[in-house]
Nanobody, 120 residues
């Protein structure tokens, strides 16, 4: 089994930066792609960034040029550096992982989320 724990959320002013961290434990060898998702008040959950074990990265258009995803497999962590934050980025941010070698698009493991609030 795999456990994911998010940290680093908080309150930041518009234009500021914050780094979110996803710490992975358990059967870490079984973890493939890791993605950061968010769900704001009254909104559907969306995937904002993902990174494969080969460091292939994707971003949703809303965060391109502002957010950076990276992974440190030696420490079993995946970071999301969020820069140029806007009030619209206010959400609960979730880390999720797919099983390694999985061909499915769905994520298999989820964290509990961390709240990021951007004040205007």
């Amino acid at each position: 089994q795999v456990q994911l724990v998010e940290s680093g959320g908080g309150v930041v002013q518009a234009g500021g930066s914050l780094r979110l961290t996803c710490t992975i434990s358990g059967s870490t060898f079984a973890v493939g792609t890791v993605g950061w998702h968010r769900q704001g008040p009254g909104k559907q959950r969306e995937e904002v960034a993902s990174i494969t074990r080969n460091n292939e990265i994707q971003y949703t258009d809303a965060v391109k040029g502002r957010f950076l995803i990276s992974r440190d497999d030696a420490r079993n962590m995946v970071h999301l550096q969020a820069n140029g934050l806007e009030p619209e980025d206010t959400s609960t941010y979730y880390c999720a992982a797919r099983r390694r070698w999985s061909l499915a698009q769905a994520y298999d493991f989820w964290g509990q989320g961390t709240q990021l609030t951007v004040s205007s």
